[in-house]
């Protein structure tokens, strides 16, 4: 899952929408269910107090891409080795509209090449997006499309 999931830290100073983690990944962990956190490109690269910047700007910072599958291919690693050990990978879960974590619409550069590496790797990649209104106090039926998802197994149908 995306790195701001987990630790609401890493996000632009004054954009945080949770104390820490985002409270459908603590019901996950309650659940039982494994996380893998995916690096924030946006944090390693800029720091904590970077500017707001969009796809485009992170584009232009130069080897950004490069520095993106760099910091994927230990993910790619791991999600190879539980399936190997028979685990049951269920997907990706981003964020919409982000310049990184975006899958849907304008997908991110993180995003972009997480895909890729899955494809070259023959890893399917279900996913599910925070939509933006998502925060520790307006959940509305995100937990609905959560289930969903879950239910699924990760697929998409």
């Known amino acids: 899952m995306s790195h701001c999931i987990l630790n609401q830290n890493a996000v632009i ?3 945080e929408r949770a104390r820490g983690a985002f409270p459908f990944a603590i019901e996950l962990l309650s659940r039982g269910i494994a996380l893998i956190q995916l690096p924030c490109p946006e944090f390693l690269v ?3 107090d970077r500017p707001p910047m969009s796809y485009q700007e992170y584009l232009t910072l130069p080897n950004y891409r490069q ?3 760099k910091m994927l291919q230990p993910i790619i690693q791991q999600i190879q080795a539980y399936q ?4 049951q990978y ?3 879960i981003g ?5 990184n974590c975006s899958i849907s619409g304008q997908r ?3 995003m972009e090449e997480f895909f890729a590496a899955c494809q070259a790797a023959e890893i399917q990649a279900p996913y599910l997006e925070v939509p ?5 106090t307006e959940q509305q039926d995100f937990s609905k499309e959560l289930q969903r998802f879950l239910a699924k197994g990760g697929r998409n149908e």
């Open 13 to 15: 100073h004054g954009w």
């Open 46 to 48: 800029l720091g904590g």
């Open 67 to 69: 520095t993106c599958q």
């Open 84 to 87: 190997a050990e028979d685990y």
């Open 90 to 92: 269920l997907g990706v």
């Open 95 to 99: 964020i919409n509209e982000s310049p």
């Open 108 to 110: 991110g550069v993180l």
């Open 132 to 136: 933006t209104w998502y925060s520790e």
